[in-house]
């Protein structure tokens, strides 16, 4: 049996952002290797793992390798880099950030993201929140000609440097939850596929933050029957957050999306989801994710050739898409058996 908490713990200290998922593959190509038929990295970089069965109704179960970060956008004659963001970030989550950038010749530069001690700031100044524009990234280097000795060089990516703890309880904290949280599952997933009577593809996809690109490709090379996107969900729970903007919240179970801001769920398929997680007898939640945009690879499968009757299973997250977030593990532990039932459930036509 896999350890799910060091599984997800490799893969939350993995560098993944976007269009640089190699290392998360090959972590999730290890681990799911010995259970599948064949393994295949599709043109776009897509992982695409099969447990064949010839005739039967073929699923796909999709989590994505690619997080959020940033990228070089200029090095200042200062010797300072200016950056841009890969997929949504909030600005005021950078200030003070230890980051990691990742040079082409696979060196790994520490460098921390500036800003403005509060003796220095005009009353008026502390009132605001620094905008992108105002930030920068610090390695230490003096003059320009140093960063780029270093092998800097304008397009590469950068990565919090945030190391995956252990919090109180089930909770752990950690860089890239999402959506290593799913890409976990996936890895726990593999070791049940012997129990479902369907064709699986478990699939690890690339650049979802930057608008669901691999799930285009990798869904149209498999045309599968229905598919599920394992990912996670903004968790609510805690001081600030309205009942009216998120339901959901950590340590309440997997969450099923009946609606997000690019899918409204198959009804098969939720009709499944939600059969399923009666017959395990766990906890759930359902979650209407509107109106905001935020969706999941499903959105772009479900539109796949004639259509893919499509869901979603997630795991309640707080402070996604911020360099660090907070989850429960027993709520991903049943995401995973939920997503194996649901499997069992369609299997059943
Ligand atoms: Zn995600």
């Known amino acids: 049996m896999v350890d799910l908490v060091r599984a997800l713990e490799e893969l939350s200290n993995a560098f993944g952002v976007a269009g640089h998922e190699d290392q998360v593959r090959d972590i999730l190509r290890r681990y799911i290797e010995?259970?599948?038929?064949?393994?295949?990295v599709d043109k776009l970089g897509n992982l695409i793992c099969t447990k064949r069965r010839e005739g039967k109704v073929k699923?796909?179960?999709?989590?994505?390798?690619?997080?959020?970060?940033?990228?070089?956008?200029?090095?200042?004659?200062?010797g300072v880099i200016r950056f841009a963001p890969i997929g949504g970030l909030d600005p005021r989550v950078l200030v003070s950030q230890r980051v990691i950038i990742h040079t082409r010749e696979g060196k790994r530069i520490p460098g921390v993201i500036s800003s403005i001690p509060p003796h220095i700031q005009e009353p008026q100044e502390r009132e605001k929140a620094f905008k992108l524009e105002h930030l920068f990234i610090d390695i230490g280097a003096t003059?320009?000609?140093?960063?780029?000795?270093?092998g800097i060089r304008i397009g590469d990516p950068i990565s919090f440097d945030v190391k995956f703890t252990r919090l109180h309880g089930k909770y752990v904290s950690g860089k890239a939850f999402d959506d290593r949280i799913g890409c976990a599952e996936l890895i726990a997933i593999a070791e049940h596929l012997d129990e479902v009577d369907a064709e699986i593809y478990l699939v690890g996809t690339v650049q979802e933050e930057v608008g669901l690109r691999g799930a285009a490709t990798?869904?149209?090379?498999?045309?599968?029957?229905?598919?599920?996107?394992?990912?996670?969900?903004?968790?609510?729970?805690?001081?600030?957050?309205?009942?009216?903007?998120?339901?959901?919240?950590?340590?309440?179970?997997?969450?099923v999306t009946v609606a997000d801001g690019g899918l409204l769920a198959h009804p098969k398929v939720l009709r499944a989801l939600i059969e399923?997680?009666?017959?395990?007898?766990?906890?759930?939640?359902?979650?209407?994710?509107l109106p905001y945009g935020g969706t999941t690879d499903a959105a772009r499968i479900t539109l796949t050739r004639e259509g893919v009757?499509?869901?979603?299973?997630?795991?309640?997250?707080?402070?996604?898409?911020?360099?660090v977030s907070v989850a429960n593990l027993e709520d991903m532990e049943n995401a995973v058996r939920l997503a194996i039932e649901t499997c069992k459930e369609l299997s059943r036509g």
């Open 59 to 78: 699923i796909m179960l999709a989590a994505h390798m690619d997080e959020v970060g940033l990228i070089v956008k200029a090095i200042e004659k200062e």
């Open 309 to 323: 009757p499509s869901g979603v299973i997630t795991v309640a997250t707080r402070y996604i898409h911020a360099p």
């Open 218 to 255: 990798a869904a149209y090379g498999i045309y599968p029957d229905y598919a599920i996107a394992l990912d996670v969900t903004v968790g609510g729970g805690i001081p600030g957050v309205k009942i009216t903007q998120v339901t959901a919240r950590p340590g309440q179970g997997p969450v």
């Open 143 to 150: 003059s320009d000609k140093e960063v780029e000795e270093l």
């Open 34 to 40: 010995p259970y599948v038929d064949e393994i295949r």
């Open 276 to 289: 399923a997680a009666r017959r395990l007898g766990i906890k759930y939640q359902l979650e209407t994710f």
